[in-house]
């Protein structure tokens, strides 16, 4: 049994997390500002023996004996990342700093939530952990994506300068049950506006692509790379089943039998292009690989949402 500390605990990928943990017979203390995290996300813990909430922001530091930290925190949407940018960067640069400072202090090993984003608009596809992107740092995603470029930079100079026992994942568009409903992204944004028979909102013509990942699926390869004892990354984590987003809308209006109409809303500045992620690392190093089709991951989805709202 570990001792195991998860900043943004609270949030969608977190508390899925925090879920597993506990399952698997760990102590979790879950640290969270609850910028995008809820209460109800967690509250099914709180009377667990093994689950602690520590409500505070990872930009101050903390101190704790821990044995695992996977650093989360950080708002993932488009929306919120963009709501106050700065504290955004804070967030994954200080936040980065302070795990390590305590995986150092503590001898933890720390695992970094880093992301395909870190790869901009890419110009490789699919992308794999070599390509080194192809980002703006002036842009409106720049607060996100730089923020977390610093992180991993911040990660391998804490490993070769201090030694400390790191990990790194880059998480692809990964979907399920407790994303927020109003956080904008396109999985959550598609399903309630149909289940509401509201308009379906694609951005751009729609060709764009994505590849999505169910959230448990992730969270056993985020385990997986924890616990090998090899190498710290970097090293993708997504499923490689490319769809164009049309191709979601249309299936999502059909799964939920809605009556919403498509419409066309001009693309977002610095929307990346097409992204699917090369697994071959994780296949070779972690022998993980996902196994929900999309088709039964958004059942699960839209049934989250039918019961919620
Ligand atoms: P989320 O917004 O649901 O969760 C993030 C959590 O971090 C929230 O609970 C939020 O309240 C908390 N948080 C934000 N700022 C904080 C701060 N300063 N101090 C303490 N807590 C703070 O997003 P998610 O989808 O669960 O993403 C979790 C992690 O995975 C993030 O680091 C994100 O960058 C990464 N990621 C997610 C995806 C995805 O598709 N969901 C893709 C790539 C990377
Ligand atoms: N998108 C869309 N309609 C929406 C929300 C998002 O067409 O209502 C598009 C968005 O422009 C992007 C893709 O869907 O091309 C994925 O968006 P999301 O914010 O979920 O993830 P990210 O862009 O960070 O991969």
Excluded at 6 to 20: D, M, N, R
Excluded at 261 to 274: F, G, M, N, S, T
């Amino acid at each position: 049994m570990y001792r195991i500390l998860v900043t943004g605990g609270a949030g969608f990928i977190g508390s899925h997390l925090c879920e597993y943990l506990l399952e698997h017979g760990h102590k979790v203390i879950c640290m969270d500002n609850m910028f995008t995290g809820t209460y109800d996300n967690i509250s099914p813990f709180f009377n667990h023996p093994h689950f602690e909430f520590v409500n505070s922001n990872v930009i101050h530091p903390f101190h704790m004996e821990v044995d695992r930290i996977f650093n989360l925190a950080c708002p993932a949407s488009p929306i919120h990342y963009q709501y106050d940018p700065i504290m955004t960067t804070k967030t994954s640069v200080l936040g980065a700093i302070n795990v390590l400072d305590l995986a150092r202090r503590c001898k933890a090993r720390v695992l970094q939530a880093s992301t395909s984003e870190i790869y901009g608009d890419p110009i490789q596809h699919p992308q794999a952990e070599t390509y080194r992107g192809n980002v703006s740092t002036i842009g409106p995603r720049a607060c996100y994506d730089e923020g977390k470029r610093i992180a991993e930079t911040l990660f391998f100079d804490y490993k070769r300068q201090y030694g400390v026992d790191i990990r790194i994942i880059r998480i692809f568009n990964t979907y399920g049950p407790r994303m927020l409903e109003n956080d904008g992204r396109v999985v959550s944004n598609f399903i309630v506006q149909a289940l509401h028979n509201k308009d379906i909102t694609i951005y751009g013509d729609g060709s764009q692509t994505r590849s999505f990942c169910f959230v448990s699926d992730l969270v056993i390869g985020m385990v997986a790379m924890m616990e090998q004892d090899d190498f710290a990354g970097p090293v993708n984590l997504g499923n490689p089943c490319e769809r164009t987003i049309k191709q979601l809308a249309e299936m999502i209006v059909d799964m939920t039998g809605s009556h919403s109409q498509i419409i066309y809303k001009p693309l977002p500045e610095d929307d990346p292009v097409r992204r699917k992620p090369d697994i071959a690392l994780a296949k070779e190093k972690l022998h993980w690989e996902p196994s929900v089709a999309l088709k039964e991951g958004l059942t699960k989805t839209i049934r989250y949402f039918m019961e919620k709202y």
